[in-house]
């Protein structure tokens, strides 16, 4: 048995470095200062060929793929419908030629209409100008609080607060083992804690710093940490405000800071 949380991108949405910025952190040599836009891909399997769900596609979605060989998908959980969690879709096509196959994606009701109204070319085909090549993508809508299984492994949206954008969150449990991955929160809802509970790794949004309105900060993202008690928990959605060398030896045991590439064993 396996199951593993690799992560593509960790940045928040101008990425790090940022364009035009001068800064020491956007000028830094640490490649774990390179910040793509957010994405996971989460892996797990009980035989040989893993299933692979990705969570969210960045703007780098491409790069991210061929960064790590994946050529094929089994699924595709969004958040929500911000431009650095979904901009990449286009490029999913890629995964319909080289599988044969169309790609089975998830999302709220929400998200899953403004990606409709967002990329009518994809969703509706047959009004295009040209044939042309786009994404084969079946939409199926989830609902906070309500689990769904994808290939063996039971997946449960967890309502988030992201400002007054309410998104999901997702926790995956696999043989026993359990992770959630908690992107763009401000704050938890009273009854997202409960599907926090018993949690091997938590993957949790700490922007920066200073308080921001739709992102929780590192010291935000600490104290949730401290209530919600999973083994480990990793940060992401990480600014420019933040040099990686510079905050992972004030961190408490158990909170690493995510980087991309960075992938985690949670059986470990
Ligand atoms: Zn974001
Ligand atoms: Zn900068
Ligand atoms: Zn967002």
């Known amino acids: 048995m396996s199951f593993e949380l690799l992560f593509l991108g960790t940045g928040t949405s101008a990425g790090v470095p940022m364009i035009g910025c001068d800064c020491a952190v956007c000028h ?3 490649p ?22 990705l969570i969210d596609t960045a703007p780098e979605m491409r790069l991210q793929m061929l960064r790590h060989g994946i050529g094929r998908l089994d699924a595709v959980c969004f958040t929500h419908n911000h431009a650095d969690h979904i901009l990449g879709i286009d490029d999913l096509r890629r995964f319909n030629a080289a599988m044969g196959t169309h790609l089975d994606i998830y999302a709220d009701k929400r998200t899953t209409t403004i990606l409709r109204e967002m990329f009518r070319y994809i969703f509706e085909p047959h ?8 994404a084969t993508l079946v939409a199926h809508e989830v609902v906070v609080g309500r689990p769904f299984e994808l290939h ?19 926790r995956v449990d696999y043989g026993g083992k359990s ?15 409960p599907m926090l ?19 929780m900060t590192v010291e935000q993202a600490l104290h949730e940490i ?6 480990r928990a990793y940060l992401t959605h990480i600014a420019h405000d933040i040099a990686h060398a510079e905050l992972e030896p004030n961190l408490p045991e158990g909170v690493m800071i995510a980087y991309d590439g960075l992938s985690v064993d949670v059986w470990g």
């Not at 009004?127 to 786009?134: A, G, I, L």
């Not at 063996?152 to 997702?170: D, E, K, N, Q, S």
């Not at 992770?179 to 804690?193: G, H």
């Not at 509970?197 to 992102?215: F, G, Y």
């Open 197 to 215: 509970e018993n949690l091997d790794v938590l993957v949790i949004d700490a922007l920066r710093h200073r308080h921001h309105p739709t992102h």
């Open 28 to 30: 830094s040599d640490d």
């Open 152 to 170: 063996g492994a039971r997946w449960t949206p967890i309502p988030l607060m992201h400002g007054r954008l309410p998104i999901v969150g997702f």
């Open 226 to 231: 401290d209530q919600i008690k999973p083994k």
């Open 127 to 134: 009004n295009n100008v040209n044939q042309s090549f786009v």
């Open 32 to 53: 774990r200062d390179q910040r793509s836009r957010p994405s996971v891909l989460i892996r797990y399997s009980a035989a040989s060929a893993p299933t692979q769900v």
């Open 179 to 193: 992770l959630a991955y908690c992107t763009d929160v401000s704050s938890f809802l009273p009854e997202s804690y």
